[in-house]
């Protein structure tokens, strides 16, 4: 995600290497190299200069303070006006209503409906609503099939008429179906259309006449850089939407959009969509993009997804475990398993500050963790539980079953044992702490 303008705008920075207070001309510099880095990226060039403008007049007269260096400084302005460039603050949705009605829009090929089931789960498993999806696409061959397909694998109910390409009525007898079931939310899975289509866009404009959403939230390719941007504008234009969601942004983007579609539509980025699984739907926070985009990680997201996992009473079980010093190659998998449900390992790992940028040109996903997997699972039961129980014959035997070397088994086997010393070490420091804050009291 954003890795060109990263390393442009780290570029950009090094101008400032060397120099020991900003001046008009070293400011200069930089700022043309930003302004370079973000029209790299699909900024509009006035935007491009209006925001380059403004880090210029913060950055001119700065006094550095004789602990941070201009470079440093500099890196604090951009981020500031980076997070106001993309709205300054997280946006809410507005669920009022019995039942609220989420209204989906947004072109062809966008990403709607897989938005429109991972809206669901969310909403569902965070939110704790009881959501109902409403299959109004009449057009696309096989939109109600998938529907109903990703419906199932989330366990939330899809309301459909297959013969019926009245989406309109379809919309409102969705409605009516949600009311007699007790569900609480409605989401509106749309058609594609093109801004220019007259037809389809009173269509969508009908619809929202007939549902009265709480919330009409507009679905964008982030690929499309500009593009969406223009396209947006021409929608909100119609619809007067009350937020975006940008989608697609695991691919190769280059930025544009998630940067300047709040300055130029007036209406928040939502959620970011970063990947085609359920769970790969997050609340859009202009301050962590802004961190993420300058290579500072995202330690706060980082820590959200590490608490959705928590299990509070398997956390204590665990604890005593270490304690006990009885934490065995089961409990491995299991917390193993809980990473893998956090996300994809490498944006995981980007998360980290520090960590992105030595990442960067290494391949990482989670099938780097089959081959520890593998070894884990060529254990009998006991072994797994007792992992003193792996004398060399034994070492010999899983290493044939998981199709490793002898090496690869033995040095897994002398990491697992590291890992179990620094657990133990930790948790003595933990201890040690508490006793000391108990005596101050």
Do not use: C, W
Request: hydrophobic share 40%.
């Amino acid at each position: 995600m954003f890795v060109s303008l990263q390393e442009k705008l780290e570029n950009a920075f090094k101008t400032l290497r060397g120099h020991h207070k900003l001046t008009e001309l070293n400011i200069a510099e930089t700022v043309k190299e930003i302004r370079k880095a973000l029209m790299a990226a699909d900024v509009n060039y006035k935007i491009a200069k209006e925001f380059t403008d403004k880090v210029k007049e913060k950055a001119l007269g700065q006094n550095v303070l004789t602990a941070v260096q201009p470079g440093q400084l500099m890196v604090k302005i951009v981020y500031d006006e980076l997070t106001q460039l993309m709205g300054g603050k997280s946006a809410d949705l507005n669920l009022k209503g019995n039942p609220a009605v989420v209204l989906v829009a947004g072109l062809q090929g966008s990403g709607k409906t897989t938005f429109t089931h991972k809206l669901a789960y969310y909403l569902k498993t965070q939110k704790y609503k009881r959501p109902l999806m409403v299959a109004a696409d009449v057009y696309r061959p096989a939109a109600i099939d998938q529907l109903i397909i990703l419906g199932e694998k989330i366990n939330v109910p899809v309301y459909h008429e297959k013969e019926n390409k009245d989406p309109v009525q379809i919309a409102l007898n969705g409605m009516a179906h949600a009311r007699q079931m007790g569900l609480d939310l409605v989401i509106i899975d749309t058609a594609g259309r093109l801004a220019v289509d007259e037809e389809m866009m009173q269509e969508i404009a009908q619809i929202k006449a007939a549902v009265q959403p709480s919330e009409i939230l507009f679905v964008v390719d982030s690929m499309t850089g500009q593009d969406a941007v223009n396209t947006a504008k021409a929608f909100n234009d119609r619809l007067d939407f009350d937020g975006v969601v940008l989608t697609k942004l695991d691919g190769d983007t280059r930025g544009g959009a998630a940067l300047t579609i709040t300055y130029t539509v007036g209406k928040p980025i939502k959620f970011v969509s970063t990947g085609e699984k359920f769970d790969t739907l997050d609340v859009f926070h202009p301050d962590r993009m802004a961190s993420r985009i300058l290579g500072m990680g995202d330690i706060v997201t980082f820590v959200e997804k590490a608490q959705q996992q928590y299990d509070e009473k398997k956390a204590r079980e665990l604890d005593e475990k270490i304690r006990k010093d009885k934490f065995n190659f089961n409990d491995f998998m299991a917390q193993l398993q809980q990473i893998k449900k956090m996300g994809n390992a490498k944006d995981l790992l980007a998360m980290i500050p520090g960590v992105s940028k030595a990442i960067k040109d290494i391949e990482i996903s989670n099938d780097s963790f089959k081959k520890v997997e593998a070894i884990i699972y060529s254990m009998t039961p006991a072994e797994r539980e007792n992992p003193d129980l792996l004398d060399g014959k034994r070492k010999m035997r899983i290493a044939k079953g998981s199709g490793n070397s002898i090496q690869e088994v033995n040095q897994f086997i002398r990491q697992f044992e590291e890992m179990k010393r620094a657990m133990k070490s930790f948790q003595k420091l933990n201890a040690a702490g508490r006793m000391i804050k108990g005596f101050k009291r």
